[in-house]
């Protein structure tokens, strides 16, 4: 699993909607007092506090050490760790695994919901969102026409998504043991916040892009990117990100 630099301090600042969206997905989770549920990919804590109010007994684990460290500074009372989406284990078995926002950034699938199944007990449950099949398009095509017309074709893959569609991930949950309960695709064109532009958006999410490119060129690049982009995702005066999400529930069968 790739680690990604995350930008902590930009991420609660600027975009707190990705976490103020997954609200929606601890309600489709239903926590309950006592449960024992892991927060996968847990950032900066938001989620994994909510998920607490409940009562539940909640652990909330993300690759990256300065998310893992913003939360343990804004929630100190929860149990917060560095964590591997690809290879994690719990000695006592979870009711349940709640994740958002994260999965699209782990290309090794099948390792993250072997580890999701293998920590859950038998009729666990596990709610998720992530980005789904054509998230960001109208970003990922401007992005590619950019680089590629400007010299830098190397650079369009170097993040490496996974966006599937319900039929795809939902025959990979049946695969590791799961009964999916409930499976969503649906289009959330997202506005960022006032003075908000898509630049702030490659910073905080696709700054590997621009891996090797140096400062002023980065700049340039960028530039021409939000004007490529502004006919498709700037309306009445402010940007949005063409988010295409699914939403899953599914039960550990046994």
């Known amino acids: 699993m790739r ?12 975009h707190s909607y990705v976490f103020k969206f997954g609200e929606d997905v601890v309600k489709l989770l239903a926590p309950k007092s006592n449960e024992r549920i892991l927060d996968l990919g ?7 506090k909510l998920i607490s109010q409940s009562g539940a007994k909640i652990i909330g684990i993300d690759s990256s050490e ?22 994690f284990s719990f000695k006592s078995k979870l009711d349940a695994v709640f994740s958002n926002a994260v999965l699209h950034w782990i290309p090794e699938k099948e390792k993250v919901v072997s580890c999701i199944s293998n920590a859950l007990k038998p009729g666990g449950r596990f709610a998720a969102e992530f980005g789904g099949k054509n998230n960001v398009q109208n970003i990922l095509r401007a992005i590619n026409k950019i680089l590629t017309s400007n010299g830098y074709p190397q650079n369009v893959n ?3 998504w996974y966006f599937p569609s319900i039929g795809e991930y939902s025959m990979l949950l049946e695969k590791y043991g799961f009964d999916v309960k409930f499976a969503s695709h649906f289009n959330r064109d997202t506005f960022l916040e006032e003075g908000v532009d898509i630049t702030s958006w490659l ?12 400062s002023k060129k980065k700049s340039e690049l960028q530039k021409l990117i939000v004007k490529e ?23 550990k069968e046994g």
Do not use: H
């Open 3 to 14: 680690k990604y630099n995350w930008n902590s301090n930009l991420y609660d600042k600027k």
């Open 229 to 251: 982009l502004k006919p498709t995702n700037f309306l009445k005066g402010k940007w949005f990100v063409d988010y295409k999400r699914i939403r899953v529930l599914a039960v």
């Open 66 to 87: 300065e998310m893992i460290k913003q939360a343990k500074q804004k929630y100190p009372t929860l149990n917060f760790e560095i964590k591997d989406a690809t290879n």
């Open 158 to 160: 170097k993040v490496n």
């Open 203 to 214: 910073e905080m999410f696709g700054k590997e892009f621009f891996e090797g490119i140096d």
């Open 42 to 48: 847990c950032g900066t804590g938001y989620l994994t």
